[in-house]
Every structure is written in C-alpha cells, then in structure tokens.
T-cell receptor
Framework: DTEVTQTPKHLVMGMTNKKSLKCEQH?????MYWYKQKAKKPPELMFV???????INESVPSRFSPECPNSSLLNLHLHALQPEDSALYLC??????????FGNGTRLTVT | KNQVEQSPQSLIILEGKNCTLQ??????????LRWYKQDTGRGPVSLTI?????NTKSNGRYTATLDADTKQSSLHITASQLSDSASYIC???????????????FGKGTKLSVKP
C-alpha cells in the first residue's frame, strides 16, 4: 500500500457542485504536490507546496483551489468544473530532491 | 526545449521474455533520471534513479542504464512476469528551477503488456 493516502478513490460530480479531494502523508515530507493525469498521458504538475506554502502554480484555472492546512494534509477544492477536467488526480510528497511518493489517485468524473 | 521521449509507445511480450524500454532526453542542465512503474489505476512508483556519474543500476529484475553523453537511458526487464504489465515512465530532473520539483520533465511512458 502507498504511504500517501488519497480520498475519495472515485468521485462523480456535476458542473455546479463543490467538492474536495484530500491527501495525507505521515512520512514527514515537507513538499506536497497535485498532478492531473489524463488517460494514456503522463502526469501534469498543477501545484507544489513547500513547507506548507504554495511555491508553484502551473497556471491552473481558479476552479481548482489548493489548500495545505498542515504539513501532513493537502486538499484540492473543486468548484464549477468542466467535463474536460475529468481525470485521475494524483497527490505526491517528497522530502526534497528524493523521489516523489505518489498516492493512488482520485478518479474524477465531471458530468 | 526540455523534452523526454520514450519508445516504444507500447510493447507486448510473452511471460519469461526480456525487454528493453528506451528514454531519450534533451533536458539541460541535467540532474537525474528516474524510471517509474505505474500500474493501471494506481500512482507511479519509483524503480530506480540514475545520476550523471552512474552508468548502470539494478533493482531486482530491472536494470537501468544511462549514457549522459548521448542523453539516453534504457530500462531492461529480465524474465518478465505478468505483474510487470504496467506503464513505465521516464522522468528527468533539470537543475535550473530551484529546489522544488517543478523542474521534472515526464516522458509519455511505455505501456508494457506481458502475456501468458
């Protein structure tokens, strides 16, 4: 089992809904990330948090809003999404330059 | 432009056979290169890391090579098993973006299918 836990595993939401994806790690990693992965494509970086501060935002639309309440938790708040936002959303953590530890993702479907 | 190209795009082999996956990159300056394995519906898992000074590194039945001069890496899988069926992603880290992981360049992956 992965040491990065993501919930829920699957999510179906309408375009007017508000939902949140959650990610948790207890490895003491100070960097946490959100990636978006479409089918048959590599993961695309969305956000990076370093020491609980947002350090990278890869020009992600404002309908995606990240939050890092503490060093172990990372949330991604979703509002007014589009069908093309349907994808696998991966959370990852790392202690620095060491490998990314990925969660198993949330499979999001926007209807 | 920093790019990572993987080949083949997909590969089907019989159980017990060997195979080699290729990764060519243009990322410069170069820091390191990792191979990840991603099972369907799961997150990627790191298999091995190659730094500039390393030519070969093994992890069980997986052996990675790196030629920093030609900017090529390969992942060789020996005596394949059904559980090796997955996507294998080559990820190259450049040196020029500061300390974050924003400087990772992902390849598109090779989808390997091992048949009985």
């Amino acid at each position: 089992d992965t040491e990065v836990t993501q919930t829920p595993k699957h999510l179906v939401m309408g375009m007017t809904n508000k939902k949140s994806l959650k990610c948790e790690q207890h490895m003491g990693h100070r960097a946490m990330y959100w990636y978006k992965q479409k089918a048959k494509k590599p993961p695309e970086l969305m956000f990076v948090y370093s020491y609980e501060k947002l350090s990278i935002n890869e020009s992600v639309p404002s309908r995606f809003s990240p939050e890092c309440p503490n060093s172990s938790l990372l949330n991604l708040h979703l509002h007014a999404l589009q069908p093309e936002d349907s994808a696998l959303y991966l959370c990852a953590s790392s202690p620095g330059s060491s490998p990314l530890h990925f969660g198993n993702g949330t499979r999001l479907t926007v209807t | 432009k920093n790019q990572v190209e993987q080949s083949p795009q997909s590969l089907i082999i019989l159980e017990g056979k060997n195979c080699t996956l290729q990764c060519n990159y243009t990322v410069s300056p170069f820091s390191n290169l990792r191979w990840y394995k991603q099972d369907t519906g799961r997150g990627p898992v790191s298999l091995t890391i190659m730094t500039f000074s390393e030519n070969t590194k093994s992890n069980g039945r997986y052996t990675a090579t790196l030629d920093a001069d030609t900017k090529q890496s390969s992942l060789h899988i020996t005596a394949s098993q059904l559980s090796d069926s997955a996507s294998y992603i080559c990820v190259v880290r450049g040196l020029n973006y500061g300390g974050s992981q924003g400087n990772l360049i992902f390849g598109k992956g090779t989808k390997l299918s091992v048949k009985p």
